[in-house]
């Protein structure tokens, strides 16, 4: 099985800054997409920051310029560096992957995270 942990969420004043990190474990064998999306209360979860395994990126318009999306294919591992937050990036912050398994190695499912809450103080 895989599995997906976050950790790096906390409480924050506006203007600082939080490192995500997310580690994928299990029978893995290879990582395309690694992504972090967000959710709000009351709000749909979205895209945040996405980076595919050729090294490509891609932003939700509202974090461009101020997060940045990074991996270590080593460790399994994706990190996302918040800075210059805003109380409205307060969220349940979850990672997401394309994995295929050393079972299924031509299949590549997607698995999330159970989330780590970032909260901006104003």
């Known amino acids: 099985q895989v599995q997906l942990v976050e950790s790096g969420g906390g409480l924050v004043q506006a203007g600082g800054s939080l490192r995500l990190s997310c580690a994928a474990s299990?029978?893995?064998?290879?990582?395309?997409?690694l992504g972090w999306h967000r959710q709000a209360p009351g709000n749909q979860r979205e895209l945040v920051a996405a980076?595919?395994?050729?090294?490509?990126?891609n932003y939700g318009d509202s974090v461009k310029g101020r997060f940045t999306i990074s991996r270590d294919n080593a460790k399994n591992t994706v990190y996302l560096q918040m800075n210059s937050l805003e109380p409205e990036d307060t969220a349940v912050y979850y990672c997401n992957a394309d994995i295929a398994t050393e079972r299924s190695k031509r299949l590549y499912v997607e698995y999330w995270g159970k989330g780590t809450l970032v909260t901006v103080s104003p």
């Open positions: 299990g029978t893995i064998f290879s990582i395309d997409r």
């Open positions: 980076i595919f395994s050729s090294g490509s990126t």
